[in-house]
């Protein structure tokens, strides 16, 4: 029987060769497929049960080796909804069921993918180059915290971003030793204050005994604006916005009331006012044109700001042009920090401004989406802000060469790879990058040279096999 075993053997081996083959032609076919992982091929000897003085080589089968783990090179796409994983993982993906548009319904089940070409749909849905829908978790924009504990198909509505009143305006900068007001005379001891004692505008003006006192809670009429301007100095200007989003520009004023106290404890080297410009077209008597905040600012002999102790000045009821930009209830905060305001000699005499921010903000519609390497989704809006509107769900396998392959380069969980662990562990998503497939067109080509080599051998066992039968059956002859 060992001519016919022969042949049987010959066959299993053109039948192996022949599967490796087509595993080959597949890889090769899917070279440019983003994501997509080359199957190899992996021999295995088939040998009866025999003596061991009768034990022969055996048959061979053919088996598929899968090459989840080892992962394509990246290649960027500019697109920015498209991600990458650089590192073990896989995207958790869904099928549309049924339904178009806004009747779409899904599977309902996790599937697996590496395929990250995702890109928008007409409704919002992320889906990705072979019809797979990206499942994610919504965050809730109060607390910043996740929606729910299973993650779903993301939908990212093209929705307007509420504004934001301004709460607090952040302030750096240097006022100068010796501000170089338009009064300002180093012949005339205290012209560079506001209330100089030579000034006209101190006997002029109802408030200036409070305004250099502790706790000044006065205003600049119109009528005072110009003699006010020449003994202040510009402190900036910021855009704020009211609780509907209109932009009011804030400037600043400072103004030096006086030039401290050496003895006293601690000693203090300079006392300062802010204003705000309300109203700068104001005339008369009764129209406001400058507001004092109400509190003072005074340095020690390092230049260092000792009060107020809080480190930030209230404006509260302020209106500017007509329109209300803070209320008592709802005052807006000029924070100076604890070294955001000095006091230091400075050759210009005028204030060095390093820094004018604020929290507030304009209403804005979503202009761009893109993903950080958190698998977080980001939301750029047209007034400037960036928000995280969702979370990829990601998940790793014990055994991810395991994995039930299915079409579009998905695959489906089994019993063998074990059951998902949520997240990337050390992994990072890539935004803007794809992963490209893992097949190598010149190692291809060379186990289709081997194979073929091989298949060509079993078929030369085959025409052996068959001219010794032929001996056989002619010796009867």
Do not use: C, H
Request: hydrophobic share 40%; no cysteine.
């Amino acid at each position: 029987m060992g001519v016919f075993s022969a042949l049987t053997t010959a066959v299993t081996g053109m039948t192996a060769q022949s599967y490796a083959l087509e595993n080959i032609s597949g890889n090769i076919a899917n070279a440019r497929t983003t994501g997509y992982k080359r199957i190899d091929t992996t021999f295995a000897d088939l040998v009866p049960d025999t003596a061991l003085n009768r034990q022969i080589g055996g048959s061979v089968a053919a088996y598929s080796l899968a090459t989840n783990t080892i992962q394509g090179d990246l290649q960027a796409t500019r697109i920015d909804t498209n991600v990458a994983i650089n590192g073990d993982g896989y995207f958790v993906v869904d099928q549309r069921a049924s339904g178009i548009g806004a009747n779409m319904q899904f599977d309902g089940k996790n599937l697996y993918t590496r395929r990250g070409d995702f890109d928008f749909d007409a409704n919002g849905y992320l889906v990705n180059g072979a019809g797979y829908y990206l499942k994610g978790f919504k965050i809730d924009q109060t607390t910043g915290q996740l929606i729910g504990t299973q993650p779903d198909v993301i939908q990212i509505a093209k929705s307007q971003f509420p504004a934001k009143a301004t709460t607090s305006i952040d302030f750096s900068a240097n006022l100068p030793a010796y501000p170089k007001t338009n009064n300002a005379n180093n012949t005339i001891p205290g012209s560079e204050l506001l209330f100089d004692p030579a000034s006209t505008f101190a006997a002029s003006y109802p408030d200036s005994a409070a305004l250099s006192a502790s706790q000044p809670t006065t205003v600049i009429a119109g009528t005072e604006v110009t003699n006010f301007l020449t003994r202040s100095i510009e402190g900036g200007s910021v855009t704020v916005y009211d609780p509907l989003g209109q932009a009011v520009s804030v400037n600043l004023r400072w103004a030096k009331v006086d030039n401290g106290n050496p003895a006293a404890v601690p000693p203090t080297t300079g006392t300062w006012q802010l204003f705000v410009a309300e109203n700068t077209g104001a005339t008369g008597a009764a129209q406001v044109a400058y507001r004092s905040a109400g509190v003072n600012v005074t340095f020690g002999t390092t230049g260092q700001m000792l009060s107020p102790a809080g480190g930030s000045i209230q404006l509260p009821q302020l209106t500017i042009g007509g329109t209300a930009i803070s209320t008592a209830a709802n005052p807006i905060n000029l924070t100076l920090g604890a070294n955001g305001l000095t006091q230091n000699g400075d050759v210009s005499g005028l204030i060095d401004a390093r820094s004018i921010r604020q929290d507030g903000y304009t209403a804005g519609t979503l202009d761009r989406v893109s993903v950080n390497s958190e698998g977080a989704v980001i939301g750029t809006f047209s007034n400037g802000q960036m928000v995280a509107l969702a979370q990829i769900a990601t998940a790793r396998f014990n055994a991810d060469n395991s994995l039930k392959r299915l079409d579009g380069g998905a695959f489906e969980e089994t019993v063998e790879s074990g059951p998902p662990i949520t997240g990337l562990g050390t992994s990072q998503l890539i935004g803007g990058n794809v992963e490209q497939s893992n097949t190598d067109i010149a190692d291809e080509f060379s186990k289709m040279i081997v194979t073929q080599q091989a298949y060509s051998a079993n078929t030369k066992v085959i025409s052996t096999a068959q001219d010794m039968l032929s001996a056989v059956f002619n010796i009867i002859r």
